[in-house]
């Protein structure tokens, strides 16, 4: 009975090794069926079947436990992936289809800096640039911007915008353009496009007034600052 004792713990032994890692089982059954198999050996060498706590039981509910968790982590992941909406089910580009979405109050504002140097802002801040008043030609070329928006961006929507608002501000301690751009609109679709490309014209055309002084001149920090309305809701960068 001893020999048999040690035959059957070792059994066990060889048995178990591979649920460290379970997917040495090709299946859920393979591992059922090994401890079916180790069960009935279990009653032949000790005379009485297992408790229903011990051996099957324990590996039952946690191969269930396992299983029930790797299914709830991939559920999981996939609803919280984020979705490319402009990509259709083959991987081509696609107009996304807002008809069935509710008109609500959209805003959005972004920023962008254009790093002048010393000499191009001085040029500036003096209104002394050969092509004109630098500030206001770009902040009307970043509202005129705003709404040219969907012929220059191929999948944006043409949105009727409420409002474009476009700052710049000199800041002399950076010798650099702060621009600041701000949509609105009552519509089925986001303003954030429509900010950020007021802001990006908008430095764009200060480059070009001052390119002559400077081709040192550095467009930087598109981004978008805030977003509000909608069905993903209110959006802060700073919070």
């Known amino acids: 009975m001893h020999a048999q004792k040690v035959m059957f713990l070792r059994r066990v032994a060889s048995k178990l090794t591979p649920l460290q890692g379970s ?22 060498v000790f005379g009485e079947p297992p408790a229903s706590s011990g051996l099957g039981g324990s ?9 029930s968790h790797v299914v709830t ?17 083959k991987g081509e ?76 501000t000199l800041n002399p301690r950076e010798f650099s353009v702060e621009i600041v751009g701000k949509a609105v609109c009552s519509g089925k679709t986001g303003v954030e496009m429509e900010a950020l490309t007021a802001v990006t014209i908008a430095g764009l055309t200060v480059y ?3 390119k002559a002084a400077s081709k040192d001149i550095l467009v930087t920090d598109v981004r ?10 209110d959006w802060y960068r700073n919070k």
């Not at 996304?96 to 801040?125: H, P, Y």
Request: aromatic share 4%; glycine share 6%; net charge negative.
């Open 224 to 233: 978008l600052e805030h977003k509000t309305g909608g069905k993903s809701g």
């Open 59 to 67: 590996l039952d509910t946690q191969t269930m436990s396992q299983e």
């Open 208 to 210: 070009d007034m001052c």
């Open 93 to 168: 580009a696609q107009m996304v289809d807002v008809s069935s979405k509710e008109i609500t109050k959209r805003i959005a504002s972004a920023s962008c800096k254009v790093l002048l140097g010393q000499k191009v802002f001085d040029l500036v801040s003096a209104n002394q640039m050969e092509k004109g008043d630098v500030l206001a030609v770009a902040k009307i070329a970043g509202i005129c911007g705003a709404k040219q928006t969907s012929n220059l961006i191929p999948l944006c929507h043409n949105i009727n915008l409420s409002n474009v608002h476009v700052d710049l």
């Open 23 to 44: 997917r040495f089982f090709s299946s859920s059954n393979d591992l059922f069926k090994s401890i079916q198999e180790l069960n009935q050996e279990m009653e032949s």
């Open 73 to 89: 982590n991939d559920v999981t992941q996939k609803e919280s992936f984020p979705v490319l909406t402009h990509i259709g089910s």
